[in-house]
């Protein structure tokens, strides 16, 4: 019987990513996949800014942008005019667009990624059945004997299998709308299918609009959304009419074109098709997405709308968010409860995906023209306003997916009422203005914001996403302009009971706005340069205070001031001491 540390069931992009983050932290690893070869064809093209920014850590995240197309920004667009607009130039992070890439050059980064950590796809391994007990997973994996060679007549025969058995101490099904997994576990995957239907082609369009946005197009039929693709290609997704329904024959690129014409005002001629397909939309995920050492992730978990581009972002988000706290937990280091906030937090945001995108789902295919003249109207109006369209820009890159309601999360804030008055560099406690400056930026449960800062003793300055490596914490103790040697003493004694209990879990660093490395800090704790206030403005950190920054990019606690005593205590309810 072969043992791993965790089994992964589906080698999609939710399970690659898994399998690559978790064998980047020291756990070992099985992925299967029944599929003998990675499927061809995929409706998932879009990744965007925030799962970008979250694959940072894993070092693949340049190398995708080389081989997609940076999409701008999203027009929609009603009787010919535009009616919203979305562009992403404004994003607060290193990737201001919205990354067109196949399913499958994603997987093939991610597969090299894999190979170089140690990690391979079993390829024609299903799935048979499992079963738990209180210390791992017991699996029977069936493989199919190979098929006839090229040439070679079939015997008629069923072709043999056989079978094997993986122990694991645990289990994650990322295989697909059809899990295997999830059947076996009897959990219901609840929701809905819609009425509508939709025609998918990747064409070639001749037409006079940017290819650097994403087009949709609200029509007298339905919809039509266009994704710019490499090499001169789009992706058209078009909603069939009700009264081509009961047509079930394979869809042509006549039909595409008579749909594309009738919704838009673009005059595009399509042509060279190399993929049409026809499809219906579901709304649907289950209710918990852990059964005590099995978990569900990706397509397993949730399906819905492709209209939002959200699918496979929140597949690879699940399995961000996950593999941290399963090597943590699995390496002792962290306490069990850990894991349930996986459930906690990835079905709340994928919950509001659901939402959004079955929303902007039925805005596009409202049937009563009163309704699309007051939707089109609505949308000129909502579109006109600035904040708005960053608003929606921020939604689609999944800039704005928080955890804030998690029960891992938290935060110490200092109120108006016990804050000093003078200026931030007269001393280390909160200022009334540094309190309303650490009430107004992210907050825990947010994503971490990006800035730049020097590392002491080296050269240049470094995003703190490229300093920060996602396999441990990060603890930010923030220096504030009041430099004083009673600070350092409280800082120096933070850092000795920090490392004292939690070192192996928990990295730190002090953030100061001085020029060079501070007297009085201990020796080998690492420094950020921030004279230019970068990261003072981002954090709010005029005045003492620090930050826990989550593996995953999120702020699991921050306070202002700094006390040690509460920053234990956070840390203790999760972490397991002298690990």
């Known amino acids: 019987m072969k043992n791993v540390d965790v089994l992964i069931v589906g080698a999609g992009p939710t399970g690659l990513t898994l399998a690559c983050d978790l064998l980047r932290r020291g756990v070992s690893v099985a992925l299967i996949d029944e599929q003998s070869a990675p499927r061809e064809g995929s409706r998932a093209i879009a990744v965007h800014a925030r799962t970008l920014e979250l694959l940072e850590p894993l070092g693949i995240a340049d190398r995708l942008v080389s081989k997609g197309k940076a999409v701008t920004g999203v027009t929609v667009w009603a009787a010919g005019e535009p009616v ?38 079993d390829r024609g391994a299903k799935l048979a059945s ?122 042509t690129l006549d039909d595409v074109q008579t749909l594309f014409a009738l919704n838009t005002t673009a005059n595009g001629k399509l042509a060279e098709p190399s993929w049409i397909t026809r499809f219906k939309l579901h709304a649907r995920q289950v209710a918990r997405y852990r059964d005590d050492r099995v978990f569900l992730a990706g397509d397993a978990a949730h399906v819905h709308s492709p209209l939002g581009a959200q699918g496979l972002n929140a597949g690879v988000q699940d399995a961000l968010n996950l593999g941290w706290k399963l090597a943590l937990v699995h390496s002792g280091r962290a306490r069990g409860l850990l894991l349930d906030t996986y459930q906690e937090e990835r079905h709340a945001a994928t919950r509001a995906v659901l939402r959004n995108s079955d929303a902007a789902t039925r805005v596009s295919n409202v049937k009563s023209a009163a309704i699309k003249t007051m939707r089109n109207e609505l949308g000129r109006l909502l579109g006109s306003i600035e904040l708005f369209q960053q608003r929606v820009a921020k939604d689609v890159a999944e800039l704005s997916v928080s955890y804030e309601r998690s029960s891992i999360v938290r935060e110490d804030k200092t109120s108006l009422l016990n804050a000093r008055l003078g200026s931030a560099a007269g001393g280390d406690t909160p200022t009334i203005g540094s309190v309303r400056e650490f009430a107004a930026v992210a907050c825990a449960g947010q994503r971490a914001p990006e800035g730049r800062a020097t590392i002491a003793g080296q050269g240049g300055t470094r995003r703190i996403y490229e300093v920060l490596d996602g396999k441990k914490l990060a603890l930010f103790l923030f220096d504030g302009r009041s430099s004083t040697t009673e600070g350092y003493e409280r800082f120096k004694e933070i850092l000795r ?70 920053l234990l205590e956070y840390l203790g309810q999760t972490l397991r001491k002298g690990a």
């Open 84 to 121: 919203v607009r979305a562009d992403f130039d404004e994003l607060d992070s290193r990737f201001k667009h919205l990354l067109v890439l196949g399913q499958g050059e994603l997987e093939g980064v991610l597969v090299e990624l894999l190979g170089g950590l140690g990690g391979s796809v």
């Open 130 to 251: 499992f079963r738990q007990d209180g210390t791992g997973v017991t699996a029977t994996i069936e493989r199919s004997g190979p098929a006839p060679a090229e040439g070679e007549a079939p015997s008629g025969e069923a072709r043999s299998s056989t079978t094997e058995q993986i122990r694991a101490a645990w289990l994650v099904g990322t295989d697909g709308a059809e899990s295997v997994v999830r059947t076996q576990l009897e959990v219901p995957f609840e929701g809905e299918s819609f009425e509508d239907e939709y025609i998918l082609a990747d064409v070639k369009i001749a037409w006079d609009m940017r290819d650097d946005r994403v087009h949709a197009f609200f029509g007298e039929s339905g919809l039509v959304a266009c994704f710019p693709m490499v090499e001169g290609r789009h992706r058209v997704i078009a909603s069939l009419p009700p009264e081509a329904r009961a047509n079930k024959a394979d869809p």
């Open 497 to 566: 009971e920090v490392r004292a209990r939690f070192g192996h879990s928990v990295d730190a660093w002090v953030v100061t706005p001085q020029r060079a490395r501070p007297e009085g800090l201990l020796t080998d704790v690492p420094v950020l340069l921030d004279p230019d206030g970068e990261l003072e403005k981002k954090y709010a950190a005029s005045t003492e205070c620090l930050y826990v920054i989550r593996p995953d990019l999120y702020i699991g606690y921050r306070s202002q001031p700094a006390e040690g005593d509460k």
